[in-house]
Structures are given as structure tokens and as C-alpha cells.
């Protein structure tokens, strides 16, 4: 048997560094330009590959995303990162149908700024109890938004809808002066915006007309920024007063043959001089003239364009 003091201990052994020649202090050049070299292509290599590799991040890496509709409760706000920067308050109403909810009240971001704001699908409060969904907006106060004020004070670019959607109240957005475009899979059903809705909301620039819509009512986009206004596709009827009135900047128009009646001055002090309409010219023939006239009045349309090209001189 092995005595325990006679075990060598188990340890790594160092390699002793080699002895150096104290008469070669230097190196001759040629080792020196070579071993130069060999440095110049280790470090321009690391550089290269750095650099690539960078690259390649910037191109790989996907650009911030839109702020999207949710599928569920959450709202919020977002910066112009697409960060959600905090969530709103809401206040609701039962809706006129009382089979939903209408947001009456919007808390405005509290740090002031905000890019877009998302709104819910329901209600959280009593999803508990039932999901009854938010179908539409309103304004408690006639002539007032749902912050209660012209928010001026931050820079709400956007607005997001959700797709149950079906009523956009008075006022609603009105005096939105930040306010760029809104976007949302609105309501498959009949999507009615009310009078002054987006009114004075003067950098609205974009707004997606659903195949739902089915009524706009007095001035909902006077005062805005469209350069555009396609309804050709929506199912509208009736329109109201100066509705696109005062948007220096829309030279196209579509309308639908579903659309029966005019409001008065609807393109007034617009630059639009023709309108693409969807029916046919007999269809259009069977429309009031006297309304088309009142319609027309204080803009600058000079002919109706039907959908196989031919036009009529107004």
C-alpha cells in the first residue's frame, strides 16, 4: 500500500519561455518586413470582416414596423419608432343599436408627443362579463374631438382602426392639425361618417375609403389635405354639404352610381377639373341636374369621365 505522503500532487507543468540570444537584439529586415506584412493582412482582414458583417446587420435587419391593428384589447399610443408609449383611457357609450360600445372619450399621451394612436376592439372593462365590441366613436360635446380640445400639443400623426368600425361620430377628429392619415379594416357593414368629422384636420393627406361606406355628412374632410378621393368602390348614397370643401390639393376624384344624392359645394376650392364617375352616362343622365349644379358650384370640375372613356362637357 502507497503511503498518502508518497502521492505526487497533480498539477499542470508551465512551459518555460524560450532563452533569448542577448547578441540579437533586433530583428534583420527582412524577418521584419514579413512579419510586417503578415500584420497589415491579420488586421485589413478583422477590418474587412467587421465590415461585412455590419453590412450585412443593416441589411438584414427589418425596418421598424407600422403600427398594426390590433386583434385584441390592447390600444396604445406609438412614437415614431413604433414604440408603444403608453396606453389611453377610454370612455364609452352604449352605441344607438345597443349591441356595442362607442368611444366617447380619449385620454391625450402623457408625455405629450405621439405618433399614432391604435384604437380597441373592446371594451376591457366588461369583457368579463361580455365582449361587446367598440363599433364606432363619438363626441359627448357637440363641436368638440374625443380629447375634448384641439390637441395641439402633441403630434398625433395616425390613427388606427379596428375592424368592427361602423360609426364615426360628429367632431370626432376634428382640429387634428398633426393628423396625416388614418388607416383600419373598417366594418364590413354600413360605415357611416358623420358631420365634421375629421373637419380642420389639415395635414390629412390619406384616408382609405371602405367598400362599406355608406353616408358622409356635412364638411367630415373640409379643410384637409386630400389629393385624392376614390368612392368608387364604396356603396355610398348620400354625401352632405362642402364635404371635401377647401382641400387645395385634390386633383382626383372618384365617385360611385350608387351615390343618389348630392350634397351643395362638395369640391369647393378644390383643383380637380373632372370627376371619374363608376355608372354609365344614362346612369348619370337620371340624377337631378339642378342638384349636380348646386354640387358642383365653387369648383373648378368641367367634365364627368365614364368608365369606357367617353366623357360629358359640363
Given at each position: 500500500m502507497v503511503a498518502m505522503s508518497e502521492l505526487e500532487p497533480i498539477v499542470s507543468k508551465k512551459e518555460e519561455a524560450p532563452s533569448l540570444d542577448p547578441s540579437k537584439k533586433t530583428m534583420d529586415k527582412a524577418t521584419l518586413k514579413k512579419h510586417l506584412i503578415i500584420a497589415v493582412s491579420v488586421f485589413g482582414g478583422i477590418a474587412a470582416l467587421c465590415t461585412a458583417v455590419a453590412v450585412a446587420g443593416a441589411l438584414l435587419t427589418p425596418p421598424p414596423a407600422e403600427p398594426t391593428i390590433q386583434k385584441d384589447s390592447r390600444a396604445a399610443y406609438y412614437d415614431e419608432a413604433h414604440r408603444a408609449t403608453g396606453v389611453p383611457t377610454f370612455s364609452y357609450e352604449d352605441d344607438q343599436g345597443q349591441t356595442g360600445y362607442w368611444i366617447s372619450s380619449v385620454s391625450s399621451p402623457a408625455e405629450g408627443s405621439s405618433y399614432a394612436l391604435v384604437l380597441p376592439q373592446?371594451?376591457?372593462?366588461?369583457?368579463?362579463?361580455?365582449?361587446?365590441?367598440?363599433?364606432g366613436v363619438t363626441s359627448m360635446e357637440e363641436g368638440t374631438n374625443i380629447f375634448g380640445k384641439n390637441p395641439t400639443d402633441f403630434s398625433l400623426s395616425r390613427i388606427v382602426f379596428t375592424q368592427y368600425t361602423s360609426h364615426i361620430g360628429s367632431y370626432s377628429f376634428s382640429g387634428i392639425r398633426g393628423l396625416t392619415s388614418v388607416q383600419g379594416a373598417f366594418s364590413s357593414d354600413s360605415l357611416r361618417?358623420?358631420?365634421?368629422?375629421?373637419?380642420?384636420s389639415e395635414s390629412l393627406s390619406s384616408f382609405p375609403f371602405p367598400a362599406s361606406l355608406s353616408y358622409i355628412g356635412d364638411e367630415a374632410f373640409a379643410g384637409c389635405a386630400l389629393t385624392e378621393v376614390d368612392l368608387s368602390a364604396s356603396g355610398l348614397t348620400q354625401?352632405?354639404?362642402?364635404?371635401?370643401?377647401d382641400n387645395a390639393g385634390l386633383a382626383?376624384?372618384?365617385?360611385?352610381?350608387?351615390?343618389?344624392?348630392?350634397?351643395?359645394?362638395?369640391?369647393d376650392k378644390c383643383p380637380a377639373t373632372s370627376i371619374r364617375y363608376a355608372g354609365s352616362e344614362e346612369q348619370f343622365s337620371r340624377l337631378d341636374r339642378a342638384?349636380?349644379?348646386r354640387a358642383l358650384e365653387g369648383s373648378s370640375?368641367?367634365?364627368?369621365?365614364?368608365?369606357d372613356g367617353s366623357s360629358l362637357e359640363l
Open positions: 373592446y371594451d376591457q372593462l366588461s369583457l368579463e362579463v361580455q365582449a361587446r365590441y367598440v363599433t361618417i358623420m358631420h365634421h368629422a375629421f373637419a380642420a354625401i352632405g354639404n362642402r364635404v371635401f370643401a382626383s376624384i372618384s365617385l360611385p352610381a350608387s351615390l343618389a344624392v348630392w350634397g351643395e359645394s362638395l369640391f342638384m349636380i349644379d370640375i368641367q367634365s364627368i369621365i365614364f368608365p
